[in-house]
């Protein structure tokens, strides 16, 4: 309809104000926002992001039940079963696709090029191929990368054991993220002059095994923000204590798991500034419009028993600095 075929002035006041609250209202943008949310696999931090999407929406006005359709599904640590999953969701039609950690993503975003695909926990979007400029993503793919700070996690081990010369560290070689983080690790390890013991994992149950044999040559192990490694956690743990060798982690999730200390992000608070994006998106935004952004935030946790356990000693430098410090 154009406003210069309407005589009367009521109607115009009718037709620009339902108009507007098309554009600020969600319950009136579309009866029912339809979100759908695939991950790759449960474990603690992902959950925790996924939880932080939901009560995002939620501040924002989008309630399940009532104006939001959240459909969620995890593919158990497969890509395989990540991308049968994005064709199902592609086929449903949503509004706004989201992508928790690096594999679903890049499944979701492989499925369509006209449905806007949110990302969120992925560690290089570039690297994965997601978007090829951070500030713009173009085509129909932007989020939130949790790229760890891993050069100041290589600082941290070097403040809590001194002596350290050799890290080590489990990754899957079929994640890019994974992939992306352990790089960045021989890069901050050989400025310092250390040396990175490297073991790979194909698949969850291979965790414990690779770990096994890295901590029998390293004298500290770093737990990254793998999610073959986040979803066997208790297996690296198993294998680092048998070694008596601490773990460092990417996510304080790690520590309720007995890592010594961790320095990562709160993925619940990832969770909810990845709703800034579906939001906005829900309400008319263009994806060319939304630059990708690093999470923002970091934690510090500490775990006391876990020190006592290894006869380790937190510097005052490092406890003044904690966020949290488990007794």
Known sequence: MEFKKIKNNKLLTAACVAASLAISSPSVLADVAKVAVSQIVEHPALDAARQGLLDGLKEKGYVEGENLEFTYQTAQGNPAIAVQIAKQFVGERPDVLVGIATPTAQALAASTRSIPVVFTAVTDPIGAKLVKNMDKPGRNVTGLSDLSPVAQHVELMQELLPNVKNIGVVFNPGEANAVALVELLREAANARGLNVVEGTALKSADVQAAAQIVASKADVI??????????????????????????????????????????????????????????????????????????????????????AKLGITFPASVLDRATSVTE
């Open 222 to 307: 770093y737990a990254p923000t793998d999610n073959t490694v986040a979803s066997a956690i208790d297996g690296l743990v198993n294998a680092a204590n048998q070694a008596n060798k601490p773990i460092v982690g990417a996510s304080t999730t790690y520590i309720e798991n007995g890592a010594l200390a961790a320095l990562g992000f709160d993925y619940y608070q990832v969770g909810v500034q990845t709703a800034d994006y579906v939001d906005a998106l829900l309400k008319g935004k263009k994806v060319a419009d939304l630059p990708v952004k690093v999470a923002k935030g970091s934690d510090l946790a500490l775990n006391q028993k876990a020190a």
